[in-house]
Structure formats: structure tokens, C-alpha cells
């Protein structure tokens, strides 16, 4: 007998130890449907191509294609989310009748394209390869016998896209992929991609490979599976990034969507990650990394690839420009949402964040006015991580210390120094200079209105604290003096 795998050696050793005969039978019932599942796409694919006989043979498989993964893509989602059991917490569970059914289908079709795909030398060989692991993945799930839940969960996030890719082929085939249709197909691909197969992909990984219970090979099969569709979905990823859009709008929209995704995503991973702490240590990690970004990019535009906001308000953006306000507008977005959905804040930050977001979008609609924009926003961003600062440090107990003392010091003096001074120079710049829009003028004053209610707030706030500080600076000095005289009617 030759050498097997360990992942297919236990399954069959098992097996074949086992006084019935149940292990076989099921094992032939495996077979049987695979076999079926192949002779269905095969027949699928034959029906196609005699139909569309002025068609290429392509045409057909990308339509058995399509097919299988619009089939697959709602059987392995309704399979995790409703049938269950959930793969984040129940990985190396035993496979469910299901999971099973799903699992001889989708393989019958792997093994038909990965046929195809050699006959026809059509494929390069990393489709190959995410062939050939996905149907070793299946095969050894089948003959184990458990950790169907996991393979499932990496079967859903890798064929959810695919049947916007072949509608983007077919699209591109007949003429009719530059139309409004082949940019919703081209936005929802990637939304999915990032937010699914990659994120949602990392995060099954995760489940699995730290779990104790799947076999270690279950866990190569598992990354394997996930990194290869990855890499094989990747190619028309970025040959839809690098095809010109055919709208500036939809072009902004998407790095819009990016951006958010990626807040969202790094909110869910540290939430995931401190799953000790509060919903809003992961908001506040956000705010912080987006005031850390924001004021690097923002000053760098400012003050060294220009064009300077004091000088040219109203001027044409910047492809930089461009890039910093989309980042900042899927962030204020996420934390808008997070606000209002938590009750986190008051009217004011509301407003603020309102604002902001009109702001940027309006300045990327009019394709003008980022300069003053992007300098609102250094100043505005400047002060933010001392703030977030100040609260961690509040939550870690180590606020009262120098380290506090210092933040806040910064903290209004910048404030003060560029959100106020800086700000009130900039914002007459602008409603001296003609070109800028009348409505872009408003919402700087509007910006500038609500730096200075802050500012009341943080006058008191300094004035609370010196005065407390210079009462225990007394206290301290009283007490030193004290002892010092005592100390001197003593040795005298």
C-alpha cells in the first residue's frame, strides 16, 4: 500500500477498523456524488456550448462558472450562518450532511474547470494551483470527516466574488462593461474582496489556527486554500484598480469605500484583539491612528507639495489632495456612525463631524478648494492624538503623572496656537480671495465657529487645573518651608 498523507491515512486507518462497514459505504456515497457533480457541469458546459455556437468555448465555462458560484456562494453562506455550526467557534466540528452535500458539488466543479483549464492551456498557473488546493482541501475534509464548518466558511468568502468577475467578463465580451452597470459590478467586487476575502478570509484563518482542535493539516489546508484564492482572485483585482474609471465620481467613491472599510476593519481587529476593554478603546485606537495620518499627510501637502492654502484657496486638487480627503471622509463617516450608533457624544461633535464630511465632499464634487480644506484639516487633526492621548492615559491610571502634565500642555498650546491662530489666518484668507465658492467660505467660518466653542471649554479646563496645580504647588511649598524651619529651631 503506498504512502498516504496523515490527514487521509487516519480517515482510512479508522475506517478500516471499524467492525462495520458504515465508514465505506459512506465513503462510496462520497464517490458517487462527486461523480454526479462532475457529469452535471460537464453536462452544463455542453448544453452551453451547443447552444452558443458562435461563442467561444470560453464563453461556456465562464457560464458554468458563473453558475457554480452563485450556487455555492448562497448554499456555504445559508450552511454557516443559519444551519451551522458557526466556523469562528466551532472549528474541527464534524461535518454535517450538508456541509457534505456542498462539498461533492463544489468538488465535481473543480475537478471539471481544473480539466478544462489543462485541455485548453488557458490558465496560468496559479489558477491551477488554487484548483489543485481547494480540491485537496475538500477531498481531505471529506475523508476526515470533520472540519467541515471551516472549509465551508473559506469556500463562501472565496466564491462570493466570483460571479461578479465573470458578469465583468461577460460584461467586458458584449460591449457593455464601460456603462453605469460595469461600475456598479467593478464597486461591489471590490467591497467584497477587501471586506470579505480578505478581511473575512484573515479572520476564519485566525478561528482556525488558533483553535486546539482542527488537525494541523486541516490548518496548512485551511491557510493554503485562503491565501491561494486570494492570489488567484488578485490579478483582476488589480487590473480593475489599474483600467480607468470611467467616472471621476465612481473612481472618488471607491477610495471612499476604502478608506471606511479600512476603519472599520482595524476598529473590528481591535476589538478583537481587547476584547478586555470597552467598545470605545477601539474607537478612541481609530481616531488616534486617523489624527496620526491625517496630520503626517496633511501637513506634508501643505507645507511641502503644495499648493500653500494661504495663497491659492479655491485652487484645482491635487491627485495627493484627492487621496488625503478620501481617507479622511471614510473616516469621519465610520466615527459618525460609531457616534450616533453608541450615544457616545453630544450635538456638538455631531456637528462637527457633520460639517467635515460636507466639506470634503463638496470640495471632491467640485474637483476645487482642497487646499484650504486639507489646512483645515491639519489644524483640526493636529491636536487630536494628544487628546486620545490624554485619554488613555486616563483609562491606564497614568494620567496624573508628568506624562499628563505634558499632554496637556501641548495639548492647548496647540490648540490655541494653530486651531485658533492659525485657523483664524487661514480662514481670512479665504473669505478675501474671490475664488473660492460662497458656500465653501461658510463652512469654514462654520468650522472656525466650533473650534472657538472648544476653545471656551478647554480656557476652563486650563484654568481648573493651573489653579489646582498652583494650590498644591503652595500646599508643597508651605510644607517645605515648614519643615525647613523646624528643621533649623531644631539644630539651633
Known amino acids: ?196 476575502r480578505i478581511i473575512g478570509g484573515v479572520w476564519i484563518v485566525d478561528a482556525v489556527v488558533t483553535s486546539s482542535k482542527p488537525y494541523w493539516e486541516v490548518k496548512y489546508l485551511v491557510v493554503c486554500m485562503h491565501h491561494g484564492g486570494c492570489l488567484q482572485n488578485f490579478g483582476g483585482f488589480n487590473s480593475l484598480l489599474l483600467y480607468p474609471i470611467h467616472s471621476m465620481a465612481a473612481s472618488m467613491v471607491l477610495r471612499v ?3 471606511l472599510i479600512g476603519w472599520l476593519s482595524l476598529y473590528a481587529w481591535s476589538y478583537h484583539r481587547h476584547k478586555d476593554r470597552t467598545c470605545e478603546w477601539s474607537c478612541r485606537l ?29 485652487s484645482p486638487n491635487t491627485t495627493l489632495q484627492v487621496h488625503a480627503l478620501c481617507m479622511s471622509l471614510g473616516y469621519f463617516l465610520f466615527d459618525l456612525g460609531w457616534c450616533v450608533y453608541f450615544q457616545a457624544e453630544g450635538a456638538l461633535m455631531l456637528a462637527h463631524h457633520t460639517v467635515s464630511i460636507v466639506g470634503i465632499t463638496v470640495s471632491l464634487a467640485l474637483g476645487e478648494s482642497a487646499a484650504e480644506v486639507n489646512g483645515v484639516i491639519f ?13 488613555f492615559l486616563r483609562e491606564m491610571g497614568l494620567y496624573h503623572t508628568f506624562t499628563g502634565d505634558l499632554v496637556d500642555f501641548f495639548f492647548v498650546v496647540l490648540f490655541a496656537g494653530v486651531r485658533i491662530g492659525v485657523g483664524a489666518w487661514l480662514m481670512y484668507c479665504v473669505l478675501t480671495s474671490p475664488k473660492p465658492k460662497w458656500f465653501i467660505k461658510v463652512g469654514g467660518v462654520i468650522m472656525y465657529a466650533v473650534s472657538w466653542v472648544f476653545m471656551v471649554s478647554i480656557c476652563r479646563f486650563a484654568r481648573r487645573k493651573s489653579i489646582k496645580k498652583y494650590h498644591a504647588w503652595r500646599s508643597w511649598w508651605n510644607k517645605e518651608m515648614n519643615l525647613n524651619a523646624n528643621g533649623y529651631l531644631k539644630d539651633h
Open 286 to 314: 481609530v481616531t488616534l491612528t486617523h489624527g496620526v495620518l491625517a496630520t503626517c499627510l496633511s501637513g506634508y501637502i501643505g507645507f511641502i507639495d503644495g499648493p500653500w492654502p494661504m495663497s491659492y484657496p479655491g
Open 1 to 196: 500500500m503506498p504512502h498516504l498523507p496523515p490527514l487521509i491515512h487516519t480517515s482510512l486507518l479508522s475506517s478500516l477498523s471499524s467492525p462495520c462497514s458504515s465508514s465505506d459505504e459512506m465513503l462510496r456515497t462520497i464517490i458517487v456524488q462527486v461523480v454526479c457533480s462532475f457529469l452535471l457541469w460537464l453536462s452544463l458546459y455542453s448544453a452551453s456550448w451547443y447552444w452558443n455556437k458562435h461563442r467561444t468555448s470560453e464563453w461556456s465555462d465562464r457560464f458554468v462558472t458563473l453558475i457554480h458560484g452563485l450556487i455555492v456562494t448562497f448554499l456555504s453562506g445559508y450552511i454557516a450562518v443559519i444551519d451551522g455550526p458557526w466556523p469562528l467557534t466551532h472549528p474541527g466540528h464534524p461535518n454535517t450532511t450538508a456541509q457534505i452535500n456542498l462539498f461533492c458539488l463544489s468538488l465535481g466543479y473543480f475537478i471539471f474547470d481544473f480539466g478544462w483549464c489543462v485541455h485548453c492551456n488557458s490558465e496560468d498557473e496559479l489558477m491551477l494551483y488554487h484548483h489543485i488546493l481547494s480540491i485537496c482541501g475538500m477531498g481531505g475534509v471529506l475523508l476526515l470527516g470533520e472540519s467541515g464548518s471551516e472549509v465551508n466558511a473559506i469556500i463562501f468568502v472565496s466564491e462570493i466574488t466570483n460571479p461578479l468577475l465573470q458578469i465583468r467578463w461577460f460584461l467586458r465580451d458584449t460591449g457593455h462593461y464601460p456603462s453605469i452597470a460595469g461600475d456598479v459590478v467593478d464597486a461591489l467586487f471590490v467591497l467584497l474582496f477587501l471586506g470579505l
Open 379 to 391: 489644524g483640526s487633526e493636529i491636536t487630536n492624538p494628544l487628546l486620545q492621548a490624554r485619554w
Open 257 to 259: 469605500a476604502f478608506s
